[in-house]
Structures are given as structure tokens and as C-alpha cells.
């Protein structure tokens, strides 16, 4: 039967030489058998004042930790990465970044629920894990799922997140189903999660909640300035070069 571990890291920052600090993880096997752990590790990068303000993670926390590879989660990790489990995080590319850095080489069937939300709740003006952690009222249930499973909820804590980011892989799993009826609904998912988004709109810059269609009409420059001085995501991309080609 296949595995299903949920992640969720906390870094020293986000530029190139930063890394994990802790890491929070559940590895479910079925309903009622599932794997809990919440655990900091120590680096030698200096945690940055930007990073401890979003996550309260202080070097004091960190000092007496075993290093990530030590972990207990890590090495469960290590020990289902196989191509039928899935790993699944929420913007999963960048915990893959920082994993790498450590040497981990993924072999897991990947599941990114940002990019799956992105194509399942189109008309979401946000995807970000907190932001739907209230658009989809999961907060109103989430302290019973926490009680059940013993975890503390705190925003942009590892376990927190991976709480809510349970609640959200359900719903999204509900979603699927009712979209695409009949379909393997974690395949799907997959799939889903390889698979680029069409942008509607503009989050930022000066034409911010505009069409980027109407745009693309309006001032065909603006894309082309976009899509080569600024570093932005794969959807992003994606949507700029249907437009520019």
C-alpha cells in the first residue's frame, strides 16, 4: 500500500547558501496508522533576522540539534523514497531545493498542493497555505485534527503547516473527485502537479489584478520586459510565453 508523507521546512533564509532548521512531517499509511514528527536540526548558516521573523526559530533553539540527515523523519524519509509513494508539500519545489543541498535525491511520486490548488480553485485571487487556510475555513476544524494527531497549530511552524496542509490535501482530493469523476484521484494530482497553470491575472507591478490576456493586447512590451529581467515562477512563465510566442 502506498505511503503518503507530508512535509513541510524551515530554513536559515532563501538564498542559495541557507538551510533546513527544522523540518515537520506525517507519513500516513491509512486512516488510523499515522507517523508524527517535529523535529529542529542544526546548521552552521547563520539564521537570518528575515527568517526568524516569519518562523521564531532562534540559533539558542538550534545549537544542541543533530544535523537534518540525523533526523528520525529524514531517515523515514530515506527509507520510503520509492516512485509508489508519494512525497507532497505546498510549493514542494522549494523544500525539494533545500533537500538537495543535504543530498537527498527524490524518487517519490510528487504532489505539490500550491500548483494543484492553482489549477483546482482557479478563481482563487491567492494559493498561499495560509490564505486558504482561511478562504476554505479549514482554521474551524483544524483544532480537532490537531487534538487527534497531539500537534501544537502555529502559522509557518513545520507541523502547523503540514496540519493545514493535510486539511487542504482533503479538500483538494474532494475537489478532484467531483472535477474529474472516476479518475485515480492521487494520479490525478500528480498529473496536476506537472502540469503548468494558465495565469488569469497579474499579483503585482503595475497592472496588478489586471487581465494578463487584456494586457498582453494593451502593452505587449510590458510581458516582454516580465519575462526577461524578472525571476518569476514556472506559471508565470508559462502563461508569459503562450502570449509572447
Given at each position: 500500500?502506498?505511503?503518503?508523507?507530508?512535509?513541510?521546512?524551515?530554513?536559515?533564509?532563501?538564498?542559495?547558501?541557507d538551510?533546513?532548521?527544522?523540518?515537520?512531517?506525517?507519513?500516513?499509511?491509512?486512516?488510523?496508522e499515522?507517523?508524527?514528527?517535529?523535529?529542529?536540526?542544526?546548521?552552521?548558516?547563520?539564521?537570518?533576522?528575515?527568517?526568524?521573523?516569519?518562523?521564531?526559530?532562534?540559533?539558542?533553539?538550534?545549537?544542541?540539534?543533530?544535523?537534518?540527515?540525523?533526523?528520525?523523519?529524514?531517515?523515514?524519509?530515506?527509507?520510503?523514497?520509492?516512485?509508489?509513494?508519494?512525497?507532497?508539500?505546498?510549493?514542494?519545489?522549494?523544500?525539494?531545493?533545500?533537500?538537495?543541498?543535504?543530498?537527498?535525491?527524490?524518487?517519490?511520486?510528487l504532489?505539490?498542493?500550491?500548483?494543484?490548488a492553482?489549477?483546482?480553485l482557479?478563481?482563487?485571487p491567492?494559493?498561499?497555505?495560509?490564505?486558504?487556510?482561511?478562504?476554505?475555513?479549514?482554521?474551524?476544524?483544524?483544532?480537532?485534527?490537531?487534538?487527534?494527531l497531539?500537534?501544537?497549530?502555529?502559522?509557518?511552524?513545520?507541523?502547523?503547516?503540514?496540519?493545514?496542509?493535510?486539511?487542504?490535501?482533503?479538500?483538494?482530493?474532494?475537489?478532484?473527485?467531483?472535477?474529474?469523476?472516476?479518475?485515480?484521484?492521487?494520479?490525478?494530482?500528480?498529473?496536476?502537479?506537472?502540469?503548468?497553470?494558465?495565469?488569469?491575472?497579474?499579483?503585482f507591478?503595475?497592472?496588478?489584478?489586471?487581465?494578463?490576456?487584456?494586457?498582453?493586447?494593451?502593452?505587449?512590451?510590458?510581458?516582454?520586459?516580465?519575462?526577461?529581467?524578472?525571476?518569476?515562477?514556472?506559471?508565470?512563465?508559462?502563461?508569459?510565453?503562450?502570449?509572447?510566442?
Amino acid at each position: 500500500m502506498a505511503k503518503y508523507i507530508l512535509f513541510d521546512t524551515e530554513t536559515t533564509g532563501n538564498q542559495e547558501q541557507d538551510r533546513i532548521i527544522q523540518i515537520g512531517g506525517m507519513i500516513i499509511h491509512n486512516k488510523k496508522e499515522i507517523e508524527i514528527y517535529d523535529e529542529f536540526c542544526f546548521t552552521d548558516i547563520p539564521i537570518s533576522i528575515e527568517a526568524m521573523e516569519v518562523h521564531n526559530i532562534t540559533p539558542d533553539m538550534i545549537r544542541d540539534k543533530t544535523s537534518l540527515l540525523e533526523t528520525s523523519f529524514y531517515k523515514r524519509m530515506q527509507e520510503f523514497n520509492a516512485i509508489e509513494n508519494f512525497l507532497i508539500a505546498h510549493n514542494i519545489d522549494f523544500d525539494l531545493v533545500m533537500l538537495k543541498k543535504e543530498g537527498f535525491e527524490n524518487r517519490y511520486t510528487l504532489i505539490d498542493t500550491f500548483r494543484c490548488a492553482k489549477h483546482l480553485l482557479p478563481y482563487m485571487p491567492y494559493h498561499r497555505l495560509q490564505y486558504l487556510r482561511y478562504a476554505l475555513d479549514l482554521y474551524k476544524i483544524e483544532q480537532e485534527e490537531a487534538d487527534k494527531l497531539h500537534i501544537t497549530i502555529k502559522a509557518h511552524d513545520a507541523i502547523g503547516d503540514v496540519l493545514v496542509m493535510k486539511l487542504l490535501l482533503a479538500k483538494l482530493v474532494q475537489i478532484t473527485k467531483e472535477v474529474y469523476p472516476g479518475v485515480d484521484v492521487m494520479g490525478k494530482l500528480s498529473e496536476l502537479t506537472n502540469t503548468p497553470v494558465m495565469m488569469r491575472t497579474f499579483k503585482f507591478g503595475k497592472y496588478k489584478e489586471r487581465s494578463i490576456e487584456e494586457i498582453a493586447q494593451e502593452d505587449i512590451g510590458y510581458l516582454k520586459w516580465m519575462r526577461n529581467t524578472l525571476e518569476l515562477d514556472k506559471d508565470m512563465q508559462f502563461t508569459l510565453d503562450f502570449y509572447l510566442h
